[in-house]
């Protein structure tokens, strides 16, 4: 089995949708289809995928303002994230309002996703960790033999997610972080929702927030 992934930023907000998919079967999901859905479709027929499911880690406009259309449109499921973030999702048509988005809908997963949950595709199966903090009800997705974490705004390469959101928690955060995703293993790189890739590893070592050394 083999993991695919193309990731397309998308949005005045340059947010990471990655398009991923079993090489094998040529099945393949979104991760946090945040806009230009146009685009997203484009770039999955370009490599021959057929989608489907969309995957969303949370429920913010910029991660998820594509997802009821192309759902609709595609007639696939939506898996994730953890309820706790249903009130950020009633609030898609609004937020996309106030921050200059092409109008965009709410809607409700096929799935709701809790920690210790399986998410599969093709022949492909991702561990979901809930790391709540920057939302109550933020997901991340976790293929291990690729070695490779889709970790929306929870961390990013030097920095963390923003935790000064309604109910986002900073404490919560940051054990999320540190008690979740790193025991995962140095060698991890993850996809955050905005920026370059990292690995754990590099964030134990050089993050200015969740650094080892500031841990004792």
């Known amino acids: 089995m083999s993991l695919r992934c193309e990731i397309i930023p998308v949005t005045a907000f340059q ?20 806009g230009e859905v146009e685009r997203l479709l484009e770039r999955a027929r370009h490599h021959g995928v057929t989608i489907d499911k969309l995957l969303v880690t949370h ?20 898996e994730g994230p953890h309820e706790g973030d249903g009130f950020w999702i009633d609030g898609i048509p609004e937020a996309a309002a106030r921050y200059g988005f092409p109008p965009a809908r ?8 809790r920690q210790g949950d399986t998410v599969t595709l093709g022949s492909l199966a991702f561990e979901v960790l809930h790391c709540p903090g920057h939302t109550p009800g933020h997901v991340v997705f976790h293929h291990a033999p690729s070695q ?21 928690n900073h404490e919560d955060l940051i054990r999320s972080i540190r008690e979740r995703l790193f025991p995962l293993g140095d060698d991890i790189r993850f ?21 080892d050394r500031l841990f004792g």
């Open 15 to 34: 947010q990471n949708c990655s398009l991923i998919w079993d090489t094998e079967t040529m099945r393949g999901a979104f991760v946090d289809a945040g």
């Open 59 to 78: 429920g913010h406009l910029d991660h998820a303002s594509g997802v009821a259309e192309l759902a609709e449109r595609l007639g696939v499921p939506i």
């Open 106 to 113: 709410s809607f409700v997963p096929t799935r709701w996703l």
């Open 148 to 168: 490779l974490a889709f970790v929306g705004d929870v961390l990013f390469a030097g920095s963390i997610g923003r935790s000064d959101f309604p109910r986002g």
């Open 191 to 211: 996809v955050p929702g905005h920026g370059p890739l990292s690995t754990f590893g590099e964030e134990r070592r050089g993050n200015p927030f969740v650094a």
